[in-house]
């Protein structure tokens, strides 16, 4: 669309006026002598003025006449323009009224198409809504079937394995129920052929035998300081880790009491210190072999202090045993090599071999310790073992810590070459009795009794003359027990 003046409108009007002329004002005339031509000529120059004026006037009168023309003409030319700007305004008006109809109509469609547009998204939206609700409420509902067809057939296969597991379980115990009186029925054997061996061990023992154990665990030793602890030496800096983690256990030894719930705590917690060590398999037989030197040694140092000490120290062991299996290996060798008097071996003590396989130690001075001394850690570690033989807490099946082994143990030495007997065996003798003897009377009824009054009695006598002090002791005992039918046992530990 084009704004602009219509092409007729008139844009000029030629209003030049006409030369009008001025009257000439003279100035007043010099005097003169006024006569009569003077007059006359006065006269027409009145009349010339007169005429001037009147033409001047009339020639005003005429511009005044034009300028009405003129200004009408203008007046009529403003009211043209006028008009003309008001057409052009109305035009315009027009124009853009219609032109904005046509943007609000433009507008309007935009809104309404774009409204149609939203209502078609949003039906969409609502369509797209009501399938999705429609197909998550069909999955829903196929799912809560599934769910539920599957916790049925869960359920069903629960009883039929409960019902399964219970005629197994029926089963099981009756056939549990046949092997446990079978067992019973083997194991009444085997112990009445074991006291029956037993006994006939008191006349006879096969020292070629006992000797060939007491190599095995020999052995044991130098197998266990070749393959771990020499190993371990060698790695200086693994070393150092371990003996940090050494200094922990050590102290736990030395805690122990006759408190039940004290051995508890000490017991988890030496355990744990053990299991540590699990994520390295050298490390982890070292500690083992640590563990068990050190119970040893809290044996021949504390227990001889504190009998009653065995106790606490045969429980934390049994402890470890059940947590670690393994650790039987280390701690069999340990009491074997420390005191072999436990499987019945003895030697001749008259040279430097047969001190060393029985145990003696040297002093600071390179001098064998004096039999007392050796006596009473011979003492100290079999309190220990012979607490670990009659202990039944555990229900480990360890054949160097049972009953059988102490029936053992009585019955080699009884039937000892008369030679070899000292005043050790008769100081271990004596610390197995206040120990075990109680539990062993228990075990084997009237069996033990006839090997404890041997023990105490024709054993003894044949020292008699030698005046051994611990042969003496475990006479007293003897006799005690023989009189009054009690014998005095350990101190058990307090709840």
Same mark, same amino acid.
């Given at each position: 669309?084009?704004?602009?003046?219509?092409?007729?409108?008139?844009?000029? /009007?030629?209003?030049?006026?006409?030369?009008?002329?001025?009257?000439?004002?003279?100035?007043?005339?010099?005097?003169?002598?006024?006569?009569?031509?003077?007059?006359?000529?006065?006269?027409?120059?009145?009349?010339i003025e007169s005429s001037t004026s009147a033409l001047i006037e009339l020639k005003e009168q005429e511009m005044l006449g034009r300028r009405g023309v003129l200004n009408l003409k203008i007046s009529?030319?403003?009211?043209?323009?006028?008009?003309?700007?008001?057409?052009?305004?109305?035009?315009?008006?027009?124009?853009?009224?219609?032109?904005?109809?046509? /943007? !609000?109509?433009?507008?309007?469609?935009?809104? @309404?198409?774009?409204?149609? @547009?939203?209502?078609?998204?949003?039906r969409e939206e609502e369509e797209r809504k009501r399938r999705e609700e429609e197909e998550r409420k069909r999955k829903e509902d196929e799912e809560r079937r599934r769910a539920e067809d599957e916790?049925?057939?869960?359920?069903?296969? !629960?009883?039929?394995?409960?019902?399964?597991?219970?005629?197994?379980?029926?089963? #099981?115990?009756?056939?549990?129920?046949?092997?446990?009186?079978?067992?019973?029925?083997?194991?009444?054997?085997?112990? !009445?052929?074991?006291?029956?061996?037993?006994?006939?061990?008191?006349?006879?023992?096969?020292?070629?035998?006992?000797?060939?154990?007491?190599?095995?665990?020999?052995?044991?030793?130098?197998?266990?300081?070749?393959?771990?602890?020499?190993?371990?030496?060698?790695?200086?800096?693994?070393?150092?880790?371990?003996?940090?983690?050494?200094?922990?256990?050590?102290?736990? *030894?030395?805690?122990?009491?006759?408190?039940?719930?004290?051995?508890?705590?000490? %017991?988890?917690?030496v355990v744990d210190l053990i299991k540590a060590t699990k994520v390295d398999a050298l490390v982890f037989n070292w500690t083992l072999n640590f563990v068990a030197k050190a119970i040893i040694d809290?044996?021949?140092? @504390?227990?001889?202090?504190?009998?009653?000490?065995?106790?606490?120290?045969?429980?934390?062991?049994?402890?470890? =045993?059940?947590? $670690?299996?393994?650790?039987?290996?280390?701690?069999?060798?340990? $009491?074997?090599?420390?005191?072999?008097?436990?499987?019945?071996?003895?030697? +001749?003590?008259?040279?430097?071999?047969?001190?060393?396989?029985?145990?003696?130690?040297?002093?600071?001075?390179?001098?064998?310790?004096?039999?007392?001394?050796?006596?009473?850690?011979?003492?100290?570690?079999?309190?220990?073992?012979?607490?670990?033989?009659?202990?039944?807490?555990?229900?480990?099946?360890?054949? =160097?810590?049972?009953?059988? +082994?102490?029936?053992? $143990?009585?019955?080699?030495? +009884?039937?000892?070459?008369?030679?070899?007997?000292?005043?050790?065996? *008769?100081?271990?003798?004596?610390?197995?009795? @206040? #120990?075990?003897?109680?539990?062993?009377?228990?075990?084997?009824?009237?069996?033990?009794?006839?090997?404890?009054?041997?023990? /105490?009695?024709?054993?003894?006598?044949?020292?008699?003359?030698?005046? =051994?002090?611990?042969?003496?002791?475990?006479?007293?005992? %003897?006799?005690?027990?023989?009189?009054? %039918?009690?014998? !005095?046992?350990?101190?058990?530990?307090?709840?």
């Amino acid at each position: 669309m084009r704004y602009g003046l219509p092409d007729d409108f008139e844009v000029a /009007v030629d209003i030049t006026p006409e030369p009008v002329s001025l009257s000439l004002i003279k100035a007043e005339p010099e005097p003169v002598a006024r006569s009569e031509s003077e007059k006359v000529f006065q006269e027409v120059c009145r009349n010339i003025e007169s005429s001037t004026s009147a033409l001047i006037e009339l020639k005003e009168q005429e511009m005044l006449g034009r300028r009405g023309v003129l200004n009408l003409k203008i007046s009529a030319h403003y009211a043209l323009a006028d008009a003309n700007i008001s057409y052009l305004a109305e035009n315009f008006e027009s124009k853009l009224q219609l032109q904005s109809n046509e /943007v !609000e109509d433009v507008i309007r469609r935009e809104k @309404e198409r774009r409204r149609l @547009e939203a209502e078609r998204i949003r039906r969409e939206e609502e369509e797209r809504k009501r399938r999705e609700e429609e197909e998550r409420k069909r999955k829903e509902d196929e799912e809560r079937r599934r769910a539920e067809d599957e916790r049925k057939r869960k359920e069903q296969e !629960e009883r039929d394995r409960k019902a399964e597991e219970e005629r197994k379980r029926k089963e #099981a115990e009756e056939e549990a129920k046949k092997q446990e009186e079978l067992k019973a029925k083997r194991e009444k054997e085997e112990l !009445e052929q074991k006291k029956k061996e037993e006994m006939s061990n008191l006349a006879t023992t096969n020292a070629s035998r006992i000797e060939k154990e007491f190599l095995k665990y020999k052995q044991d030793i130098l197998d266990i300081k070749n393959n771990t602890v020499l190993k371990l030496n060698e790695n200086k800096d693994l070393k150092k880790s371990v003996n940090q983690h050494k200094r922990k256990i050590n102290p736990k *030894f030395g805690q122990l009491s006759n408190s039940i719930s004290q051995l508890r705590r000490i %017991g988890a917690e030496v355990v744990d210190l053990i299991k540590a060590t699990k994520v390295d398999a050298l490390v982890f037989n070292w500690t083992l072999n640590f563990v068990a030197k050190a119970i040893i040694d809290q044996a021949e140092t @504390e227990v001889i202090v504190r009998p009653n000490s065995a106790l606490p120290l045969a429980h934390l062991a049994y402890t470890i =045993l059940h947590e $670690f299996q393994e650790f039987a290996y280390y701690l069999d060798a340990r $009491f074997i090599k420390k005191c072999p008097y436990i499987i019945g071996y003895t030697c +001749a003590i008259d040279s430097e071999e047969g001190r060393k396989r029985m145990g003696w130690k040297r002093t600071t001075d390179n001098k064998w310790e004096d039999d007392a001394k050796y006596d009473e850690r011979m003492g100290g570690i079999t309190t220990v073992w012979a607490v670990m033989t009659r202990l039944t807490d555990y229900n480990l099946k360890l054949p =160097l810590y049972s009953m059988a +082994a102490s029936w053992t $143990f009585l019955a080699r030495i +009884a039937n000892l070459n008369q030679l070899l007997l000292s005043n050790v065996h *008769f100081a271990i003798l004596g610390n197995w009795w @206040e #120990a075990c003897a109680a539990q062993f009377v228990a075990a084997y009824g009237k069996q033990s009794e006839k090997l404890m009054y041997v023990i /105490v009695t024709a054993l003894t006598d044949v020292v008699a003359n030698r005046k =051994l002090p611990s042969a003496a002791r475990l006479r007293i005992l %003897g006799e005690d027990w023989v009189k009054t %039918g009690r014998i !005095e046992s350990l101190k058990e530990m307090e709840r």
